[in-house]
DNA sequence: CGATTATTGTAACGGGCGTTACTGACGTTA
DNA sequence: TAACGTCAGTAACGCCCGTTACAATAATCG
């Protein structure tokens, strides 16, 4: 056998697709979770055996990890690019959440959000990859609400909205979406969920409530 | 040392409280969720062997049911009802959320709902919890939809709204909360959450949008 | 061509899991 | 009091987990 990528070191080179593995590693962990993801499951989607497995990508914690950067490139950088760029605030945010739903149920197996739901419940000894994904769950809402403060300066909200709290209801939301989708929704119920949480955002005009409470 | 509960048969009483171990059973599986929590870590807490879980409990499946059962009845029921009785709509959404936020917070380690995260990730062979937990999560919308239901009739929405995907929407915030409890958001945070999600209640005698879709 | 270096497949390691024999202790019944 | 039935504690079972020796193989370097 040949090697597939061109290697410039000694030794016998390897003889499977590193990027490859990398990917079907991502779809076992994305579809199990992480603890419940077996080194063997791994390995058979792989196509590869455990020594390899751990030559190439160190053990399972750091396999999980690099599939999780894997993963958020993949399928969650063109998102919040969008929701960054579309300068309307009400269609970016109904394009970004319709877009959600549309990664969360992108595999044929039930599968919600890989950093959502990944390390939901691990034993103590995956703590460490636990605090990295909430980190990662941090980001998401840093990114609403940086979307939010925009849109503040630019009037598409009213004056006094908390968007720190209206972040962390959009993001909570995009948590819930990953639940939902864990529990089998077709893809055009989180669609409709991601409409319907348009009418979270205040209208600018209208006077921002003082304390979030609907006229009684 | 003598029996705490009343024995009518013969043979020797057992010497623990079985509702206080299963209370205690809750606790362990709250905080670490159904696969992650052992037998170990479970005799610990209930204070017995585990030849005496068995014989009260059955296996680890049935004991986790029946701290699901103990604890849905414990820490929800009120809430719920509270929603139902209520007889104004936004009254009713605000303090059953209020109260939720309260419940996800109500231990001191990170929890959310034992319902929602139990199960979260789990390997296959725990399907039938799995299966269990998913049932019980669908009756939370539906108690939802039919508040919605009685509101739409009451003339508290306006006609023509959503009351499904309203329902279904509410449920995913909840479902969102359990996930920010979890990686350890203040109950304050998650009530601010709570009273921002009331706008997504339309306000009866505003035309009900036919599409969902907010004026441009 | 040897020498070196990395990868491969097989097979196994220690450890922790859920679960259960087994033996002795205890309270009830006859 | 003697027989019976259930519970308690110790210790172990089989299984599967993540991880790794080990020897064989295949490429590069001098």
């Known amino acids: 056998m040949t090697a597939i990528t061109s290697h410039r070191s000694k030794g016998r080179p390897r003889t499977f697709d590193r990027a490859q593995a990398l990917h079907s590693a991502l779809e076992v962990f994305w579809k199990r979770g992480y603890e419940p993801a077996t080194m063997g499951e791994l390995c058979s989607a792989m196509g590869i055996n455990p020594p390899s497995l751990y030559a190439a990508f160190g053990n399972k914690a750091s396999l999980f990890m690099e599939a999780v950067e894997h993963y958020e490139t993949t399928y ?10 579309e300068p309307n605030l009400r269609v970016a945010v109904g394009r970004f959440m319709t877009e959600a739903a ?37 980001v998401s809402r840093t990114n609403f609400r940086k979307r939010f403060e925009r849109a503040l300066d630019a009037g598409d909200l009213p004056l006094g909205t908390d968007v720190a709290t209206l972040a962390s209801t959009f993001n ?35 006077g921002a409530p003082a304390d979030g409470r609907g006229r009684p």
């Open 76 to 85: 969650w950088a063109a998102p919040w690019r969008l929701l960054d760029e």
């Open 102 to 138: 549309a990664v969360l149920t992108s595999l044929d197996a039930p599968c919600g959000c890989m950093v959502v739901l990944g390390t939901a419940n691990v034993s103590p000894e995956a703590q460490d990859v636990h605090d990295a994904l909430r980190a990662l769950r941090e």
């Open 172 to 206: 909570t939301l995009l948590q819930g979406l990953s639940v939902q989708a864990r529990d089998g929704a077709a893809r055009a119920e989180l669609e409709r969920i991601a409409e319907a949480s348009l009418a979270l955002l205040p209208h600018a005009g209208s």
